[in-house]
């Protein structure tokens, strides 16, 4: 395969991924779409290391999944925080947390 298909799919699950963070209120769906946007990175870093043929995209892919990880692990919990104070995931009223 070539390289270029690789990126074409890492462009569109980037571009997807944004549009869901701009466009989406619920926090779990923006917590997704934050995710779509780490797997194109790997996609990418990945794709690269396998052109150049060295392990170094290999090796920063796995960092970004530990990176995504972490931010699944706190991204959720701040959604659960909010949900147990307003009954509701709706980032639009995060601003209604204000202590």
């Given at each position: ?8 799919l ?81 980032f ?7 202590g």
């Amino acid at each position: 395969m070539l390289l270029n298909q690789f990126l074409l799919l890492s462009a569109l699950l980037f571009a997807m991924g944004v549009y869901g963070v701009l466009t989406r209120r619920n926090g779990v769906l923006v917590l997704m779409s934050v995710e779509l946007i780490l797997n194109a990175v790997n996609i990418n870093l990945v794709a690269f290391g396998a052109f150049q043929d060295n392990v170094q995209g290999d090796v920063f892919a796995i960092f970004v999944i530990a990176v995504a990880a972490a931010e699944v692990g706190v991204g959720l919990a701040m959604v659960l925080l909010m949900y147990r104070n307003r009954r509701s995931i709706d980032f639009t009223e995060v601003d209604l947390m204000k202590g």
